[in-house]
């Protein structure tokens, strides 16, 4: 028997969407409110015509006939789907949905406002070396209803961002990890109370309290976690950093000093791996091997190079004020660029922190020079070559530029790593010019 599904969204995901439904004999009805050309050219390549920008008012025919939704990440709380589905009494599911129906094997999980990819490549390493099969899938560029097409995987472990967990109908996963929580996403969630609640389905489905990591040091996360669970990030917690090693309740998992990332930031993100990975069937040692030879993601606190002296750190996923932060802190005495555009976001909290100087830069920059105006030097930059000149200006003696923009790409780029990549450029310019 075949259903009409109406897929909202077909970017990565929502085209994966299509494809496994197409291929399992459903019916597909494509929606999208800002259909690009790659949108258009992929919706034609299947066989299917594109429903475009759809106005408010056309949504209860849209509906008519479709047995269930599958919404893409990033649909807004407050798109008119949610009320005519409602109205119509059809289904509305994430992508996880569908998987879960399709496909049994075991999904531990991530979540979290800043870490959760970092996590997510450490808990899968980590499997593979315990000799366990692990697929990193969710919200990177594997998406679930791919990822259960490889059949060699045995564990998936899944990136949880807020909109997937808000807009699955069930949340099957476990054990899963809870990282932290700041505000973000409120162009998309309606607001924080909404934006909290969907990080607190991730332990939703899971079987026993123990199965629950939980960073006990951020008081939004110990408020949601469960009598029981498996908690790290202070020294009562059962992983935890104490004498200079990361322990896991008595066993000494690796010392501190073997390890390449070590800042503030690094050690809560090893113990949540620790913790998660040992919770999904992985050996400490495995965790011990991993932790000795991960050096990082692209973005994350990468550090590029040195020129005349001075360091320059690409931290471009930093798309919150909260991650910047704790960026800077790590980092203290830097030269700051930030900036781009902003998510709902009050980036008053960046102020908080006490760079050098700031180079404020993007559709935020405004923003940027009232968190900082008269705390620190505060100017202004049009490009990223300019942003880097000013920096360096700054910074002139030795010392880091670090880029940590606490806001989105998508003013000057089409995403972070795009934007970092530029960063990127810039530096290495530099570096050739000298």
């Not at 025919?61 to 807004?76: E, F, I, Q, T």
């Not at 807009?167 to 969630?189: E, K």
């Not at 102020?351 to 405004?366: H, K, L, M, N, Q």
Request: glycine residues 10%; contains cysteine; proline residues 6%.
């Amino acid at each position: 028997m075949s259903f009409t599904v109406l897929v909202l969204g077909l970017g990565l995901t929502g085209r994966a969407v299509a494809e496994a439904l197409l291929r399992r004999g459903e019916d597909v009805r494509p929606v999208d409110d800002r259909p690009e050309g790659a949108v258009r050219r992929a919706v034609s390549e299947l066989g299917l015509d594109l429903v475009a920008a759809p106005e408010a008012g056309e949504w209860p025919g849209l509906l008519a006939g479709c047995d269930r939704v599958v919404l893409s990440p990033g649909v807004p709380d407050a798109h008119p789907v949610f009320g005519a589905a409602l109205q119509a009494g059809v289904v509305l599911l994430d992508e996880s949905d569908l998987a879960a129906d399709w496909d049994a094997r075991p999904r531990c999980a991530v979540t979290g406002t800043d870490g959760k990819t970092t996590v997510v490549t450490l808990v899968a390493e980590m499997l593979e070396r315990s000799g366990i099969r692990a697929l990193p899938a969710g919200n990177n560029e594997t998406p679930l209803v791919v990822a259960i097409d490889d059949a060699e995987a045995e564990v998936f472990v899944v990136e949880a961002s807020s909109f997937r967990l808000g807009h699955a109908r069930s949340v099957r996963l476990g054990p899963a990890a809870w990282l932290n929580f700041a505000p973000d996403h409120l162009d998309v969630h309606a607001d924080l109370e909404a934006y909290e609640a969907a990080k607190a389905r991730i332990w939703e489905a899971i079987e026993e309290p123990a199965d629950a990591v939980a960073n006990l040091s951020d008081p939004v996360v110990r408020s949601h976690a469960p009598e029981g669970a498996t908690g790290f990030g202070t020294g009562a917690a059962a992983c935890r950093v104490e004498d200079g090693h990361l322990l896991l309740g008595e066993h000494r998992i690796v010392a501190v000093d073997e390890m390449p990332r070590r800042m503030p930031h690094d050690l809560l993100n090893a113990q949540a791996a620790t913790a998660l990975a040992t919770r999904a069937g992985a050996l400490p040692e495995g965790c011990a091997d991993v932790l000795r030879c991960f050096r990082g993601l692209p973005h994350r606190m990468q550090l590029l190079g040195e020129v005349d002296g001075i360091r320059f750190v690409d931290d471009s996923k930093a798309t919150t004020p909260h991650a910047t932060v704790s960026a800077v802190n790590a980092l203290p005495g830097a030269v700051l660029i930030a900036g781009g555009r902003n998510k709902g976001l009050d980036l008053t909290p960046l102020g908080g922190s006490a760079p050098r100087a700031v180079v404020a830069i993007g559709e935020a920059a405004d923003e940027v020079v009232a968190a900082f105006i008269g705390r620190c030097p505060v100017v202004l930059a049009d490009s990223m070559e300019s942003a880097v000149a000013q920096a360096r200006r700054e910074v002139q003696g030795g010392g880091v530029v670090l880029f940590s923009p606490g806001c989105s790409s998508f003013d000057w780029y089409s995403s972070y790593a795009e934007r970092g990549d530029d960063f990127a450029r810039v530096v290495r310019e530099l570096e050739q010019a000298r």
